[in-house]
Structure formats: C-alpha cells, structure tokens
C-alpha cells in the first residue's frame, strides 16, 4: 500500500505559478484534484496550484494532458477517474506536475489555462452514490457517550468494529453552501411531549472525508491489504448535526433528520500520491485493547496507514473574523482509513468511485482538541469563550466554520487540504 | 392527494393480451412501470401486463406512445419519469391502457411489441440516489423491541417520530437476485470476544417500498398536504438482515453490516393511479395515542392515506416448493407513506426522483401474521414449522423467500404486486 516518494514530492521543485510557492494548502508538491466552473464556464475537471486552478480540460484540448485518465480527470464528474485507481492518477499527477514546474517548457500554453480560483465556482468532486459515517474518533465516542454513561462511556464493540452508520448522499455540499438551521421535532426531558421547532443545539463535527477509488462487486469484500488501493484521496468534512433533534429521534436505529439537512465537504480531492510523505504508523493501542480481528489487520497497514495531520477548527460569528475554536490531528483515529474500507465491505456490501466516508468526528484529548460543540460545551452546560469575546454553547445563525487540515513533515514541503466551509442561515 | 377513478379501472375492462385477464398482479387495470431488458435486447422502458412486458421505447419508436412522459417512461432507468410526477405518468398509463384494451384498434401495431415476461431480464427501475428505512410497522418495533426491553418494547419516540434510518443504495438488486449468507463480527453473549464468520441468524423482513418522484431541494421541506404527490408509486422490499451482526455492531449509531450486503425489492412500480381503488382510512390510534404533530397530520391523508394491500411470505426450502410462511397487511402502518415523506423532508433534507424509502417490517399481531423470522422463531427461542414439515428458525443456505402483496375491493378488479424473490447461496 506504500506509496512512492517520487520527483513530485521534492522539496526543490517550484512552480512558474508564484502564488503556489509557499502556499498553505496548494504548492506544487500537492496538486489536488476537484471539479470547477470557471467565470461563464461549465464544470470541468481542474487542479489547485496555489491561489489558481488549472483547467483539465483545457490541457486535454490542448493536447497536454492525454491517455484514459487525463480524460476522465477533465471531466465534470471525477467519478471515472476514481474508478481508474492509483496507476492513471499518479501519471496526470506526473504529468500535471511537469507542466507547473519552474521551468516548463509549456509555460505560454498552460498559462492561458489558469484561472483565479476567486474566480471560480467549485462543484462537487463526484456523484456521491453513498455516504457512510464512521465513528473513529476515539476520544470523541468517549466524550459523546460519557454524557449519556459516564461509568461506562464507550460501547463493549468499540476496540473490535470500526462502527458506522450510513448517512445521507443528497444532502452534502460543497464548501462555501450555507446550512440551513433544521426545525425537527425536539423535547426536552420535563415537556410532556415533543414539539416541531427549529433547532436550538446546532452543532458542527470535525472529520476527514475518503473518496473511493476503484470499488468491490457485491458479495466481494475487499482485503484489508488491498484496501489502501481502493481509496482515490481525501478531504475534509463537516456532519452538521442537530444534537436536540438527534437526541430525541436516535433510538432504536441511530441518527436520522439530526444529521442528514445538511454535510459539507471540502472541495479538493487530496491524493495518496500527495499524502505519502505524510503516513505514520497507527498509534499503539492502550494497554488492555484487543488487537483487531485478523481481517482488520495488516502489518503495512498498521506501520503506515495512518494520517499525520494536524487538524483545525475556526468560527467566525456573523460580520467577524474566524476565530481558533479547536486543533486536533489525525492520530486520534482508532481505525485505519483501510480498516474502515475493509470493514464496509467484509460483509459483501459494494464500495463504488465517488462513494464518500466521513471518519467520524476527531477530538483530542485536551479541553481545546475536541471537534465538536457538544464536547466543548460539555453537551451545553457550558459556555465556550472565543478570543475575541465570542461565547457560544451551539452554533447561532450567520456563524461560520472553517475546517481545515495540514501535513507536515522535516525534509518536505507541508500541504493542506483547503478549507471546509459553510455558514448557518436561519430557520424557515 | 386522492386519485380519480377513471376509466382505466373499470372492472368491465378486458385486454386482447388473454393472460391478464383474471392475472393475480398484472390485469390491465393495473399496468406497473419497469425496466427490463428483451431477449438480446438492451434495458428498456416497460409495463407489465398479464404475463408478457409491453416494450415502451418500441411503442415510442412506433408513434404510439407520444410526449415528455412516454420519452421518459420507455428510457433504460425511469427517474426521469418518476420526476415528472403524477400528470405525465396518468397520461402515459392511459394511452397504454387504451392500446392494451379489448377492441384496441393498434392491436397489430402492439403485439409485436409484447414479450414473453419469462424470457425477459428484469432492472432495477432506477438509479437508486439514497435509500431510507422506516419502521412503521408498530407490531415488528413492538416485537422487537420486547425481546430486549420485555417490559417496555415501544421507545418513547415511537408514537410521534416515523423513526427510520439510512440504509445503503449500492446493495440494493432486484427481485431474482441471490442474496450470498454475509460474513461478519458476532458474539454470543458468553463469548469473550466477537469472531469474524458467516451470520448464523440470517433473517427476512417483509416491507414495502415506496418510489419517489419529483422530490424537494435542500431546505424545503415538502408539506403533509403534498406529501402523496412525491409518490411515483409502490413495491415490495425484503430488507435481509444478519440478527447477530447486527445485534453486536449497533450500539450506538443503528444497523450497518447487518442489512447493508443485500436489499431486494420487486421490479414493478405499481402506481397511485392502479392503487386508487384500495387506499383506506389510517387505522384509529388506540385510545392513549397522542395525535400527530401538525406537520404530520393531513385531513385528506388520514382519511384515504393508507393502503388496503394484503401481504404475504412465502419459504421455498431447497428443491422444494414455496410453503406460506407469513400473511400479514399494510394496515398495520403507524404512519401513512404521505407521513413518512413529510418526516423525510421536515428538516431539509431532499428527496430526489428514483429514491427508495423502506416502509420498515409489517408484522400483524396474529403468529402467523409477523414479517421476520426473528418474530416468528421469537428471537430464535422456538421452531417455525412449514406446512411441508421444513423446520426454521433462521434461513439456511438455498431457502428462496417470496414476497407478495395483493389489492382487492368488492367492485374493482384486484391487483398485485409481483414478487420479490430472494435465494440464499452460501458465504464465500
């Protein structure tokens, strides 16, 4: 499942696109993959390199880009090129990064196939034919069921299945849409009965999206050896969540209209490719935790299959400036991304291109590492004070959340994965 | 909401196709949308009549299917027809109830465009976007939840909340299908820890499955009132599961590997327009009920909302014939399907053309009458004995279950459903 450190990683290499050299999110060493519509433009298939978009299919007419996956790369659904697995998207990455690099010798006609990604409207990446919510967070389950079991917080299936739940697939946006604060039906624990309103305990959740890449059949579960090769990249998401809704409709069959008016995820599709300099091995599990069943269980997998990436949360009340809500980083995942695809389909459950995973969501340990408001405000019964005077216990109308990940490692150069970001408007 | 009666269902009506004349499912008075695909033929647009398959995309191509609605009725996947809603679906069943009807004067235009169902290779009608579980069936929540909570089986939410969940659309196959037995985490309550093999509790649920048509955005809620008319029309859904997966993987997010490596439901759409003769009061809540809220109760829709549709369960063991396992009818809904949309909907989540909602298990209170092994063998605990002495307590490696729902009322021709069949093939 390694993937090779190769000349797109080096550390020497810039870009003759000045914006990319330094960026936070989008130097050349990253190249991620997405879908965007330039000013007037249809969607198409297009790359981030610093603060602009490289237009895929712009390349593939000009005869810059060509093979099977420089097409489907070009395309205004990625679902074909995820389909295509790891071969054909190392080479338009090879290829993409050729052609940014300082020096190129195709600078004058790549150049007019830039835009200011400003400019730009950003599309879905793929048709999302399923979404599955995971539970990896560890400390997350923790804090969440230490509200409803404080003895006794997580599960007796926790330490042997990566849980998860199916959520909803027509409902996630990308970056940038607004969220519609949800009325639903909520009851407090003295009302005699319950009463449709909007929600009053409206809560953000930081995770990490998977993109599928190639897929099993039904009946056909993946190895979790072979599992890395079934995921095409990574992103970020944010399972908004109506914790007074959820709360009251959960039982007996899980979360249903407390999560599903809403999912945002971030734009751009962070490959494997771009992430390999960024794998560490899974953190060794406490004292006393079973090791994973032999089908969740890969020494690759286990000695590099886990995500070194710091991971951030930012609010921005209405007409203010984001302010640091958390931090937290990957290594708070209990389960591998590969143990997660192996579980899905270890029953025979098919993954297909584009089918999206949320991790669940990622909280530290420390009181300023949790990634939801439910944590923070210890399930509202306190408040959370933001640097600039801001107290908030849930989300109110016209906050925004900013979502954002960024690996880094000595002797590379650090990528991000953009930003997750969408505003609260008010009920209906 | 209510559906006229028109000429379409006059009891009096004849077709010159011989066989649907008395069919159990498939009389002219009801003619289901479908795909399938003809000997050697590419999938296509059809309507089901006694036992042949009119071709619609032959029908189009011959004239005798006109418009916006026939176009999308004869495609290769009908949610471009589901979204047209209820004008253009009425317009393109009477045009091909006139043709198929005794004394048609196209009779030698049409019969060549009649195939042998038998020889026919049946689709699933649609591309699937997201499929929904409810459980509404109050004696299976009530059954159910008795073998963990004897005293108090129906959680607190249940007589104001549709509860549901998010189940998994890729999985979903059409009646014929064979259903491979999943492998899985269980655990024996007396295990010290779970193992991975194939489920020893493999199960049936009796459902309906409800199609949407032209659905909501993001935000927008669909109204009580106009819930029906999301509704392109009805089937049958055997919603298999893996009791002891399930039981050890759902605490705390719901089911997830315990029903997500197959769905079955029936290749028919049987359309409000054929059901508008058996739609029935809902049944009166039991005194003590608390009424709907608001946004669930509709005048018209507790009047005439429900289905009077009688539903059965068949068992063929392996090499054997079917045997009745369970009857059981659509009454036993707590909520109406109109309900259940508007629930769907009530936080902003949107539906789209070609999604599937699952009415949940609809068990009767009778012992013959429950829609799952798990009742019928009371979690197991007793013997389910076929009338050919086949004994059961969960499904074994070649049992075949038959699904089937059948509409009658004194002065209408009945109609049925079809079937959805399902073969057990043993886990790899």
Same mark, same amino acid.
């Given at each position: 499942m390694t993937t090779a450190i190769d000349e797109t990683h080096d550390p020497a290499l810039r870009s003759w696109v000045e914006s990319a050299n330094g960026h936070p999110h989008f130097? $050349? !060493?990253? @190249?991620?993959?997405?879908?965007?519509?330039?000013?007037?433009?249809?969607?198409?298939?297009?790359?981030?390199i610093?603060? %602009? $978009?490289?237009?895929?299919?712009?390349?593939?007419?000009?005869?810059?880009?060509?093979?099977?996956?420089?097409? +489907?790369?070009?395309?205004? &659904?990625?679902?074909?090129?995820?389909?295509?697995?790891?071969g054909p998207r190392r080479e338009v990455r090879?290829? /993409?990064?050729? @052609? #940014? +690099?300082?020096?190129?010798? &195709? *600078?004058?006609? /790549?150049?007019? *196939?830039?835009?200011?990604?400003?400019?730009?409207t950003m599309h879905l990446p793929c048709a999302i034919g399923d979404y599955t919510d995971f539970y990896v967070g560890i400390h997350?389950?923790?804090?969440?069921? &230490?509200? =409803?079991?404080?003895d006794n917080p997580l599960m007796p299936n926790y330490k042997y299945v990566p849980v998860a739940y199916h959520s909803r697939a027509s409902s996630v946006r990308p970056s940038g849409a607004t969220v519609r604060r949800p009325k639903g039906q909520t009851k407090a624990p003295d009302d005699a009965a319950p009463v449709y309103r909007p929600s009053a305990r409206l809560d953000f959740e930081l995770e990490l999206a998977v993109w599928m890449g190639p897929g099993n059949?039904?009946?056909?579960? $993946?190895?979790?050896?072979?599992?890395?090769?079934?995921?095409a990249g990574y992103g970020l998401l944010?399972?908004?969540?109506?914790?007074? $809704? !959820?709360?009251?409709?959960?039982?007996?069959?899980?979360?249903? #209209?407390?999560?599903?008016?809403?999912?945002?995820?971030?734009?751009?599709?962070?490959?494997?490719? +771009?992430?390999?300099? =960024?794998?560490?091995? !899974?953190?060794?599990?406490?004292?006393?935790?079973?090791?994973? @069943?032999p089908y969740l269980f890969d020494a690759a997998d286990q000695a590099s299959g886990a995500l070194d990436l710091d991971l951030a949360v930012h609010l921005a009340p209405a007409g203010g400036t984001p302010q640091p809500l958390a931090h %937290?980083?990957? &290594?708070?995942?209990?389960?591998?991304?590969? !143990?997660?695809?192996?579980?899905?389909?270890?029953?025979?459950?098919? *993954?297909?291109?584009?089918?999206?995973?949320?991790?669940?969501t990622i909280?530290?340990?420390?009181?300023?590492s949790l990634g939801s408001l439910l944590e923070l405000s210890e399930g509202g019964r306190r408040t959370v004070r933001l640097a600039d005077g801001t107290e908030r216990r849930f989300l109110e109308d016209g906050d925004e959340v900013i979502l954002s990940a960024r690996a880094h490692r000595d002797g590379f150069v650090s990528i991000g994965f953009g930003e997750c970001r969408g505003t609260i408007t008010p009920a209906m």
């Open positions: 130097p $050349i !060493q990253n @190249l991620p993959f997405g879908v965007f519509s330039p000013p007037g433009g249809a969607p198409r298939g297009g790359v981030a610093g603060d %602009s $978009i490289l237009d895929l299919a712009g390349l593939v007419s000009a005869g810059l880009l060509t093979g099977a996956g420089g097409q +489907a790369a070009a395309a205004s &659904r990625l679902n074909g090129f995820l389909a295509l697995g790891a090879r290829a /993409v990064s050729a @052609l #940014l +690099a300082a020096g190129s010798p &195709r *600078l004058s006609m /790549v150049l007019p *196939l830039l835009h200011k990604a400003a400019d730009c997350h389950a923790t804090n969440g069921g &230490r509200l =409803f079991r404080p059949t039904l009946g056909d579960p $993946i190895a979790i050896g072979d599992a890395a090769d079934h995921i944010n399972d908004w969540s109506a914790r007074d $809704i !959820q709360a009251w409709e959960a039982a007996p069959l899980g979360p249903f #209209l407390g999560k599903n008016f809403s999912t945002s995820v971030s734009c751009w599709i962070v490959t494997p490719e +771009a992430l390999a300099p =960024f794998r560490m091995a !899974q953190p060794a599990r406490p004292a006393g935790d079973p090791p994973p @069943l %937290s980083h990957a &290594r708070h995942m209990y389960w591998t991304p590969a !143990q997660m695809v192996a579980h899905h389909t270890c029953g025979g459950c098919d *993954l297909h291109p584009g089918d999206l995973l949320g991790t669940g909280s530290g340990i420390e009181p300023d």
